[in-house]
């Protein structure tokens, strides 16, 4: 198992090119299952959840390659049933649910687990496959699908207790490109990378409109076709660095990002005193730390709203910054675990029902660190990268599951970060 170190004390300087989206990059891997012909999909970034991806479709039967950010995906002959070995290890697995049931017309993929960051149910995803006219069985810790007749169109609204669902609206989404006749999701989640996934759908040849909205009408097809697609800039990874040049940088500059994609983020970084600026064509930024810093108060919300992905990397930024900050969670109001960890690092931060109010402390120290998942490991690099001394931070792998090279892109603006093997 890899751990990172992290000399804190060092100044970030110069560019970085930011990566294909992960969770972009997911459901378009699994939408290839809805063609027999090939699907190129280039800047898919080399992570393991991408990797992970790319074995449950060679263990469904499809033909993949990868190679420099690009995979060609071909999924002419598939089979029904995702193996358990592989969906257990990434939630988002869930997604070859709606291709599979609209392709096959009998899905079986296995009911994910617990996670660290909440309770993560299904019911939206289902109550939106089952409003398409599919069976719903449950059997030895799998979802069973059948819809023998194929699906029919339908209207959906997939609003839950704590918002829309991005990963359900994907798998209704596709699902609906080749049933019969017209369905309208309300209460779509709005996602960029929602949005992503339905103009790779649309090339494939679907007709859908509203993706990107709140209300999304897919009119279905009877087949789809091959497509080659490059997927969007990862706004999370993208947040995490503008956080990093905030707290350690001397003006960073990140390339290939989408302005539009990131107000909220870059809004947030600015109300706690730092500046950013974008190039004409808003697919490039810098960001200068700021020299009168102020705590601020974020609440995550679905897109255009604050994204509870970078509700970690931006506790970490404001656990060194003066004054009060009041952070929530409305998304995950469990997904505070790197709360603790950074305390021990000497943060002053308490978390009650969802919020952290955290109070900005002159400066951290390094202590071993525990990585909990996947943004609260992006968090704890944060810290660490102006924490008093070397800070080592374990179980290395939750960070390798959505961020490409991390330590080599930090390496190259600078900061004094080493990987070795425990
Ligand atoms: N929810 C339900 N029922 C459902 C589905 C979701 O109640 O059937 C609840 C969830 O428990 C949560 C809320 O609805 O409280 C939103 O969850 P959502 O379904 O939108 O999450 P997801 O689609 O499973 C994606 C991202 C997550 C990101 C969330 C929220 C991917 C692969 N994952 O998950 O990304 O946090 O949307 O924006 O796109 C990450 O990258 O670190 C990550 C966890």
Excluded: W
């Amino acid at each position: 198992m890899d751990k990172l170190l992290v000399h804190g004390g060092t100044t970030l300087r110069g560019a970085v090119n930011i990566s294909g989206s992960k969770n972009a990059s997911l459901p378009i891997l699994a939408a290839a299952l809805l063609t027999d012909e090939d699907c190129i999909i280039r800047r898919v970034p080399d992570v393991s959840d991408t990797n992970y991806m790319v074995q449950i479709l060679n263990a469904l039967g499809a033909d993949v390659e990868r190679s420099s950010g690009t995979v060609r995906a071909t999924c002419a002959d598939i089979s029904d049933t995702a193996p358990y070995e592989l969906v257990r290890r990434m939630r988002a697995s869930i997604c070859v649910m709606g291709p599979l049931l609209a392709r096959k017309r009998r899905a079986v993929v296995s009911l994910p687990g617990g996670c660290v960051i909440g309770d993560r149910p299904v019911d939206l995803h289902l109550r939106g496959l089952e409003a398409l006219g599919a069976k719903v069985e449950f059997e030895g810790g799998n979802i069973i699908l059948t819809a023998p007749d194929g699906l029919r169109g339908a209207e959906i609204n997939l609003s839950g207790p704590l918002g829309p669902t991005v990963l359900g609206t994907d798998n209704v989404m596709m699902a609906a490109t080749l049933a019969e006749g017209i369905t309208v999701i309300e209460s779509a989640a709005a996602e960029p990378e929602v949005l992503d996934l339905a103009n790779f759908l649309n090339a494939m040849g679907a007709k859908i409109e509203g993706a990107g909205t709140s209300r999304i009408v897919i009119e279905g097809v009877e087949r789809l076709h091959g497509v080659e697609h490059t997927v969007i800039p990862d706004r999370i990874e993208a947040g995490t660095f503008m956080a990093a040049a905030a707290l350690a940088g001397d003006g960073v500059t990140l390339r290939r990002v989408c302005r539009e994609h990131l107000k909220s983020i870059t809004a947030a970084i600015e109300a706690s005193g730092h500046t950013v600026e974008f190039n004409a064509a808003g697919d490039a930024c810098t960001i200068r730390r700021g020299e009168n810093l102020t705590g601020c108060n974020l609440v995550t919300a679905p897109y255009p709203g604050y994204p509870t992905d970078m509700q970690a990397q931006m506790t970490a930024l404001l656990a060194t910054t003066p004054g009060i900050s009041v952070i929530k969670d409305t998304i995950f109001p469990q997904r505070f675990m790197h709360c603790a960890e950074l305390k021990r690092m000497g943060a002053d931060i308490k978390v009650d029902n969802g919020t952290a109010i955290v109070r900005g402390v002159e400066k951290l120290s390094a202590a071993p660190v525990m990585a909990s998942d996947l943004r609260a490991s992006a968090a704890l690099v944060l810290a660490a990268l102006t924490a008093t001394g070397t800070t080592a931070i374990n179980r290395l792998y939750h960070i390798d599951r959505g961020y490409e090279h991390i330590d080599e892109k930090l390496l190259m603006l600078g900061a004094a970060v080493e990987r070795v093997k425990e």
